[in-house]
T-cell receptor, first 110, second 117 residues
Framework: KQEVTQIPAALSVPEGENLVLNCSFT??????LQWFRQDPGKGLTSLLL?????REQTSGRLNASLDKSSGRSTLYIAASQPGDSATYLC?????????FGTGTRLQVFP | GAGVSQSPSNKVTEKGKDVELRCDPI?????LYWYRQSLGQGLEFLIY????????KSGLPSDRFSAERTGGSVSTLTIQRTQQEDSAVYLC???????????????FGAGSRLTVL
């Protein structure tokens, strides 16, 4: 059974810091890995999708990497801003659905 | 539509009542997913539709939960005889292709918050 773990559970940093969020999964037979952000009381917004054949994806200040063999992904956020404050969720595409981690709650303070 | 629409956005009900939650996916999206997010918890998979059929119902927590999809579009999640532990946000997502394509980006709705008193 696929299990997805995210570390840390919560993170508080000052504005401008570069930071790394970690995601690990137990079954390397995945189709893809996606990172989402969730703002309080709202749905999920897709940030990046990495297909199983890819190693990383970049969008603006965000960079996500995938090491399928070791069951790990990282989300790198450069020059963090208060607007980045949200919960970040990692999800792996396994068989016909996404399996989600429990998220990292990020707070960026001015 | 432009996005995934869910209704109602909030529902408060008494224990033992039945509730229906509706999801209107993005037009043309063949795959539709229901997830549940309890307070402080991650997203729990409930059911997946490809067209009108549900190949994977493995996440439905009990036989009080059922879902259907008609015309390859709108889906309804029904919870019968609601219990307090059913209180959660129910999220729906749709995508244009199946997961094994690798490039399957899910678009989520804003969710339906269910509170069972």
């Amino acid at each position: 059974k696929q299990e997805v773990t995210q570390i840390p559970a919560a993170l508080s940093v000052p504005e401008g810091e570069n930071l790394v969020l970690n995601c690990s999964f137990t079954d390397s037979a995945i189709y893809n890995l996606q990172w989402f952000r969730q703002d309080p009381g709202k749905g999920l917004t897709s940030l990046l999708l990495i297909q199983s054949s890819q190693r990383e994806q970049t969008s603006g200040r965000l960079n996500a990497s995938l090491d399928k063999s070791s069951g790990r992904s990282t989300l790198y956020i450069a020059a963090s801003q208060p607007g980045d404050s949200a919960t970040y969720l990692c999800a792996v595409g396994n068989t016909d659905k996404l399996i989600f981690g429990t998220g990292t709650r990020l707070q960026v303070f001015p | 539509g432009a996005g995934v629409s869910q209704s109602p956005s909030n529902k408060v009900t008494e224990k033992g009542k039945d509730v229906e939650l509706r999801c209107d996916p993005i037009s043309g999206h063949t795959a539709l997913y229901w997830y549940r997010q309890s307070l402080g918890q991650g997203l729990e998979f409930l059911i997946y539709f490809q067209g009108n059929s549900a190949p994977d119902k493995s996440g439905l927590p009990s036989d009080r939960f059922s879902a259907e999809r008609t015309g390859g579009s709108v889906s309804t999640l029904t919870i019968q005889r609601t219990q307090q532990e059913d209180s959660a946000v129910y999220l729906c997502a749709s995508s244009p292709r199946t997961m094994n394509s690798g490039a399957n980006v899910l678009t989520f709705g804003a969710g339906s918050r269910l509170t069972v008193l």
